[in-house]
């Protein structure tokens, strides 16, 4: 389209001169402005995985329900994912430095209300509030960098801010469990504070308000609410799916009005002036593939990694800072590789490295699948490094595809559009592998069962039976007899692994589906448009 072949002139706040000059001093500078963006991004990120290991506590010392625990994590994901995409189109028009700062402001003082919080009900309310301005801060990020970097050091730029986001989630169960089992549950949140006043330090100092010429001036009401409405139909169904049943009809109903959401806000984006999201973008082959591939990597990566913490605590006994611990080869990989890769595809193009990556995911995936009850540290180890080698390339190269082809106008909807993919196919990996776990566990349990020679249960009671080995545990009555207690455990952990096998064989296939997809990839046709080139 029109938009993705014209080099724009670099952006330029009110008072700069015409002609673009080399940045001097601390403002505008690229890689100070890649530090004060990942300070932001890295509390994001810790904040999605930390907060996990603070939900039992969070629950004791609050009386909260289950059901209380959950909204802890949907709220959040649902805020989250509901808002990306219009986040990015708020920074588009009013600008990313704008609307970092208030995102990181917000989520600070969110955070802060969370930890002071005495009731349940206030820390859902503050959580929905963090998912809100969380969404404010990533698709602002990428459009930070995009306008900062140019092209020949995008890439590299992109590969340390994702090495900052796997190592951020990665560490995020280490850190929770130290300070919920030294400090409080509470430090989890307060802990975001000074990382947010340090964050807005740096930005007001280093962060330069870039404007694209051509900028939205003014916003698409009706969008806004269709696509909202369409992406909470479509998380809800996901969130929900396992505990109503996936043939319940208020999943259905929720999948269907998500069809028909979507559907509706794709025919209404036609008729007016300043879409929500330009339907034209996504005749860009690349940047529709790249789109995808987020969804199905973050399937396979996500949903197969929420199997992994129970498998490793669970299964193998380990605290929530041990598991974290053996998770690191996976972390460690993500850290050395997205630089690398970021270089790689500067070089050479996405399409290889990406292709590349997501074969090495496959891999993984089906090495995990043969993982026993007895399976040691260093076999572990092995699978999770290749799994943490392959993501890098993708992590990094789909973003740049996104990105890099969107007109720079639209860089923060395209922003917001990756992180979206990430939300809904992380959702979608979470449920569809659930699902696949869940079949299989109910499908051996009853054989399982019997053939361990255990006394005969009823359906009622192997029903509350399964519920808790799919998540590893093993269902001991209290006052069981410790030789019935080790073949009821022998059970739980061999019917959970078997279980988990067949979630991560489709997590494989899925995979291999994506590394066709990668080849439909290539650099950024919009690379240029970055303000970065006229300012290094």
Known sequence: ????????????????????????????????????????????????????????????????SLADVQWITNGYMLALAVSLITAGKLGDRFGHRQTFLIGIAGFAAASAAIGLSGSVSLVISFRVLQGLFGALLMPAALGLLRATFPA??????????????????????ILGGVLVEHVSWQSVFFINVPVGVIALLFGFVILRDHRAENAPKSFDIGGIVLLSQAMFCLIWALIKGSEWGWGDWRTLG?????????????????NVREPLIPL?????????????????????????????????QNVHGMSPVDSGLHLLPLTGMMIVGSPLAGAAITRFG???????GMVSVAVAMFGMSQLTVGTGTLTMSLWFALLG??????????????????PMELSGVAGGLQQAAMQVGGSLGTAVLGAVMAARVDADLDGNWKAAELPPVGPAQLDQASAAIKVGM????????????MKITDVAHDTFVSGMSSAFMVAGIVAVVAALVATLTKRGANAEAGAGAAHI
């Open 474 to 485: 093993p269902p001991v009555a209290p006052g069981t007899p410790p030789e019935i207690a």
């Open 389 to 406: 080698f392959g993501l890098a390339p993708v992590m990094v190269g789909a973003t740049e595809v996104i990105v890099g082809n969107a």
């Open 152 to 173: 020949e050091k995008l890439n590299m730029a992109i590969g340390i801010w994702g090495m900052v986001i796997g190592a951020s989630t990665a560490g995020g169960p």
């Open 254 to 270: 929720f999948l269907g009005a998500a069809v028909l959401l979507f559907t509706v806000f794709a025919l209404s984006q036609k």
């Open 280 to 312: 034209a973008m996504f005749r860009s082959v690349p940047l529709s593939a790249g789109v995808v591939l987020m969804v199905l990597m973050a399937f396979a990566f996500m949903g197969g990694l929420f199997f992994v913490t129970f498998y490793l």
């Open 350 to 356: 996405p399409r290889v490295p990406l292709v590349g």
């Open 1 to 64: 389209m029109t938009s993705q072949t014209t080099v724009e002139k670099a952006p330029r706040e009110p008072d700069d001169i015409l002609v673009p000059a080399p940045v001097k001093g601390l403002r505008g500078h690229p890689w100070l402005t890649l530090f004060a963006v990942a300070i932001g991004v890295m509390m994001v990120a810790l904040d999605g995985t930390i907060v996990a290991i603070a939900n039992p506590a969070i629950q004791q010392d609050l009386g909260a």
